[in-house]
């Protein structure tokens, strides 16, 4: 097309035909400019597509680091709900002198709060996303939303509960080690050889429950943005599977682990022994709707979210569900786990 409007041109400069020639001159630099345009525009796209395929494969990178969060967090609850156990029986006076002596108890015994637990976020993959998505995200993108929430205020969070954690492990070994005189004993890991002051401490001083209560304190706050972090780790999981046209496993049990046990768990209950438990509501109805099991007393409703197959969480970690089915009946027990202590519930026979 260039080389027929150039001999145009020729032949009009040669007949002096100069209106003509400005014409077809005019064409060819339009058809120019016309070129450049659709190469920048085809560039342009290739370019978009090639950094949406990059944002793809880091939304994939994200969502493997999240996949590894959920299991950590997973685990920190493990470890919560046995240490738990362990303060409960501390702070009740249920040890004994041979479990201290023979160290009975969880992965870490009855020295638990001598031992602290990490939550470790890795954003490598988060900042990368950011790099890439510029400030091209819309201010209403769900997932870049709440990828930020989770990646810069609650992982703060985290970080500043897991040195909390840390501090507290240390005041309570550095206690010992300037206060004690047995401690290069219990150090060297021989109890048994330990004299009665060691056993006084442990059984009778109220100072070491304060150290406990201080330490279970931390813990769990450590493992309440924990486990809020597991519960948008999962969402966001999922909306990336969605953006990505992928299904997401995670998602999906989580999902039939509800369904599957939702119907077991679905009824009325009611508070046993309120005489014991009188800051509890009487009356709780579990249901489920929506693919996600709820907790109301009537007048305010929450979602649970499982841990296990009987073992569920609030979004704060305020209380713990924990659902037990029971052979010799149809009507299942549930125990509440909270800061005043375990309430059992009953489940309704219709």
């Known amino acids: 097309m260039i080389k027929f409007f150039r001999q145009i041109r020729l032949k009009s400069m040669e007949n002096n035909k100069t209106s003509r020639y400005l014409k077809y001159a005019i064409g060819e630099i339009i058809l120019v400019v016309i070129g450049i345009l659709i190469a920048l525009?085809?560039?342009?796209?290739?370019?978009?597509?090639?950094?949406?395929?990059?944002?793809?494969?880091?939304?994939?990178?994200?969502?493997t680091d999240l996949q590894k969060n959920i299991l950590k967090a997973s685990e920190l609850f493990d470890g919560y709900i046995g240490k738990d156990s362990l303060y409960q029986m501390v702070n009740n006076n249920?040890?004994?002198?041979?479990?201290?002596?023979?160290?009975?108890?969880?992965?870490?015994?009855?020295?638990?709060?001598?031992?602290?637990?990490?939550?470790?976020?890795?954003?490598?993959?988060?900042?990368?996303?950011?790099?890439?998505?510029?400030?091209?995200?819309?201010?209403?993108?769900?997932?870049?939303?709440?990828?930020?929430?989770?990646?810069?205020?609650?992982?703060?969070?985290?970080?500043?509960?897991?040195?909390?954690?840390?501090?507290?492990?240390?005041e309570n070994i550095d206690y010992l080690a300037k206060n004690k005189d047995w401690y290069y004993k219990w150090n060297a890991s021989s109890p048994s050889l330990l004299d009665t002051d060691y056993l006084e401490f442990y059984l009778k001083d109220e100072f070491y429950k304060n150290q406990v209560a201080v330490y279970i304190n931390d813990y769990l706050n450590l493992v309440r943005d924990a486990q809020t972090f597991r519960i948008?780790?999962?969402?966001?999981?999922?909306?990336?599977?969605n953006r990505l046209g992928e299904s997401d496993n995670l998602y999906k049990d989580q999902v039939f682990t509800q369904e599957t046990f939702a119907n077991d768990l679905i009824g009325d209950y009611t508070l046993q022994k309120p005489e014991l438990s009188t800051k509890e509501d009487k009356q709780l109805q579990v249901t489920y709707?929506?693919?996600?099991?709820?907790?109301s007393n009537g007048n305010k409703e929450i979602p649970l979210y499982p841990h296990s197959n009987s073992l569920y969480y609030g979004s704060n970690?305020?209380?713990?569900?924990?659902?037990?089915?029971?052979?010799?009946?149809?009507?299942p027990t549930l125990i509440i786990i909270n800061e005043s202590g375990h309430h059992e519930y009953h489940k309704s026979i219709n």
């Open 41 to 63: 525009q085809i560039n342009n796209w290739n370019s978009e597509r090639q950094r949406q395929r990059n944002i793809n494969a880091v939304l994939k990178e994200i969502q």
């Open 94 to 170: 249920k040890l004994t002198k041979e479990d201290y002596m023979y160290n009975k108890g969880d992965l870490y015994g009855v020295y638990f709060a001598y031992w602290y637990a990490t939550y470790e976020i890795s954003d490598n993959a988060y900042l990368k996303y950011k790099g890439l998505i510029g400030d091209n995200s819309s201010a209403n993108d769900t997932l870049t939303n709440m990828l930020d929430n989770m990646f810069v205020p609650l992982k703060t969070n985290i970080e500043v509960f897991e040195k909390r954690l840390q501090n507290t492990v240390y």
């Open 232 to 241: 948008q780790a999962l969402q966001v999981s999922q909306l990336i599977a």
């Open 289 to 295: 709707k929506n693919q996600q099991v709820f907790i």
């Open 317 to 331: 970690l305020q209380q713990v569900f924990k659902f037990i089915s029971n052979n010799d009946s149809k009507s």
